[in-house]
């Protein structure tokens, strides 16, 4: 009876870790836009990259003299700025000069909303007594006289 479970749990066990070779791939969805000129430049600022950390391992082994391993990294450092100015080239050109005034609309409302929630004193002249009357900014609870936090919610008071 052991056996029998146990050689069960083994199928399923195999059939679980089987089971995602045996899917087929999703198609790429339609609004899935591969630009292949980005891909390769990101591929050969990868290449670059790899290229100036071997260098500099075979400066730190040895096999390239410092003078040698200088001119070797100014050059691929030079070819890597060029890769990188043309991928940021490129991904301008992807982004909409319309869609990136919407998303700087967005952050510059995000910030003054930020701005308008900064926690601050609020104090208004009260007309009878002549004495000052302090609220929470955050949570909106009256203030005592002296008081350097929020009793309610603790904010810190200026």
Same mark, same amino acid.
């Not at 899935?32 to 500099?56: F, G, M, N, P």
């Not at 080239?89 to 930020?114: G, K, T």
């Given at each position: 009876?052991?056996?029998?479970?146990?050689?069960?749990? &083994?199928?399923?066990?195999? !059939?679980? $870790? %089987?089971?995602?070779?045996? @899917?087929?791939?999703?198609? =790429?969805?339609?609004? #899935?836009?591969?630009?292949?000129?980005?891909?390769?430049?990101?591929?050969?600022?990868?290449?670059?990259?790899?290229?100036?950390?071997?260098?500099?391992?075979?400066?730190?082994?040895?096999?390239?003299?410092?003078?040698?391993?200088?001119?070797?990294?100014?050059? &691929?450092?030079?070819?890597? !700025?060029? $890769? %990188?100015?043309?991928?940021? @080239?490129?991904?301008?050109? =992807?982004?909409?000069? #319309?869609?990136?005034?919407?998303?700087?609309?967005?952050?510059?409302?995000?910030?003054?909303?930020?701005?308008?929630?900064?926690?601050?004193?609020?104090?208004?002249?009260?007309?009878?007594?002549?004495?000052?009357?302090?609220?929470?900014?955050?949570?909106?609870?009256?203030?005592?006289?002296?008081?350097?936090?929020?009793?309610?919610?603790?904010?810190?008071?200026?």
């Amino acid at each position: 009876m052991w056996i029998l479970i146990a050689i069960l749990f &083994l199928l399923f066990a195999t !059939a679980m $870790v %089987l089971l995602p070779f045996f @899917r087929p791939d999703a198609p =790429l969805q339609p609004d #899935e836009v591969v630009d292949r000129q980005l891909l390769a430049l990101y591929t050969k600022r990868d290449q670059l990259y790899q290229a100036i950390r071997e260098a500099k391992f075979d400066k730190d082994t040895g096999k390239l003299s410092p003078e040698d391993y200088e001119r070797q990294a100014v050059r &691929l450092k030079r070819q890597a !700025a060029n $890769v %990188l100015k043309a991928i940021d @080239r490129r991904e301008d050109n =992807l982004v909409s000069s #319309e869609l990136n005034a919407r998303i700087e609309a967005l952050v510059r409302a995000e910030r003054q909303e930020q701005a308008s929630l900064r926690p601050v004193a609020v104090t208004s002249a009260s007309r009878k007594s002549g004495e000052t009357v302090r609220y929470c900014t955050k949570c909106g609870t009256r203030l005592n006289v002296g008081d350097r936090f929020c009793p309610a919610c603790g904010t810190r008071m200026p």
